[in-house]
């Protein structure tokens, strides 16, 4: 499979718009196979791995059409006109090439986060069997380079241990922090006992300016 990032970033995928299905089927469904009745997809990669990897395969982009895109000096940026869509792209970019990489874990990426986390809550409240095995919950959808989230509209998800271990793991110059806001781990926070979000390199992610 080609795994083209710029080319994921084309794609413009408001929840349930035809860029959205077009998407997934030629990034995710080769991968993951079919989505669940929620429309995510779960992928098992080793027997009972312990973490749980995670995006989300909607977006904020407000137009339908095919999205224009440029590179410069190693950034890529939109054309001004709507978001870029690195929320949660390099998150399923990330996904796809560890998956390739053949790193154990359980590989999730959700529908519906923009509109609330509707995937993800779903998902918990079925409880599939990986969820007993797994304890810690890492999303790929955090802005910037330095933090690993230990709590989400103020509430503690992950411990500062945790937090500081996968720190040190990473060796990024990343540091726990406790200013995130929300995203689909945070569903998982009654469940799984360590709940967390790291910086995955994009920038202004809800708005027209400049992105990573």
């Known amino acids: ?16 718009s ?13 991968v993951f196979g079919k989505p669940d009745a929620h429309g995510n997809y779960t992928l098992i990669v080793g027997k009972k791995p312990r973490v749980a990897f995670m995006a989300h395969h909607d977006t ?3 137009k339908l059409n095919k999205a224009d895109i440029y590179v410069d000096n190693g950034a890529v940026y939109s054309d001004g006109t709507d978001v870029l869509g690195a929320d949660c792209t390099t998150g399923i970019y990330l996904i796809l090439r560890m998956i390739e990489a053949g790193v154990p874990g359980v590989y999730v990426v959700h529908a519906g986060e923009e509109m609330g986390c509707i995937g993800s ?20 959808d955090r802005k ?23 720190a ?8 726990p922090s406790d200013q995130g806001v929300y995203t689909d781990s945070n569903e998982y926070r009654g469940v799984i006992a360590e709940c967390t979000n790291i910086s995955v390199g994009y920038f202004h992610q809800h708005t027209i300016k400049v992105v990573s």
């Open 18 to 30: 035809k860029g959205q299905k077009v998407f997934n089927r030629k990034y995710l469904q080769p």
């Open 60 to 62: 904020v982009h407000k």
């Open 168 to 175: 040190g793991i990473l060796d990024l110059n990343m540091e």
């Open 1 to 16: 499979m080609n795994i083209n990032y710029y080319d994921m970033l084309t794609y413009r995928r408001k929840e349930g």
């Open 121 to 140: 809550s779903a998902l918990v409240e079925d409880h599939p069997d990986w969820i007993d095995h797994v304890d810690f919950a890492i999303s790929f």
């Open 144 to 166: 910037g380079y330095s933090e690993v989230i230990t709590h989400q509209c103020g509430i503690r998800t992950c411990s500062d241990e945790f937090a500081e271990s996968l």
